[in-house]
């Protein structure tokens, strides 16, 4: 059974930058795409950014194209996001999850979650 756990996340100033890490069981061909979300206190689950699972499409949610980056190395079964020029409004705490299929998606359609890390970004 496919397990995911995040890690990386902590406190950050504005503008400045934090790698999560996102691990694997083992990747698996029934769940290919990892992608990461995040929630702030009081406010739904939004997607951040997803990755296929050879890593050739990525996708980005328009609140951090251009910040954020990820990436996948599968011999190590570990997906990565780089958060650069963080903002306050990134503070959350970021989950990744596997799912069939390609694409960014409403969380109903990811199966595997992990247990999420938080970020904080404060001065």
């Known amino acids: 059974q496919l397990q995911l756990v995040e890690s990386g996340g902590g406190l950050a100033q504005p503008g400045g930058s934090l790698r999560l890490s996102c691990t694997a069981s083992?990747?698996?061909?029934?769940?290919?795409?990892i992608g990461w979300f995040r929630q702030a206190p009081g406010k739904e689950r939004e997607v951040v950014s997803c990755?296929?699972?050879?890593?050739?499409?990525?996708g980005y949610a328009d609140s951090v194209r251009g910040r954020f980056t990820i990436s996948r190395d599968n011999a190590k079964n570990t997906v990565y996001l780089q958060m650069n020029n963080l903002k306050p409004e990134d503070t959350a705490i970021y989950y990744c999850?596997?799912?069939?299929?390609?694409?960014?998606?409403?969380?109903?359609?990811?199966?595997?979650w992990g247990q999420g890390t938080q970020v904080t970004v404060s001065s």
């Open positions: 990755i296929s699972g050879q890593g050739l499409s990525t």
């Open positions: 999850a596997a799912r069939r299929g390609y694409g960014l998606g409403p969380p109903d359609r990811w199966t595997v």
């Open positions: 083992k990747f698996t061909a029934d769940y290919p795409t």
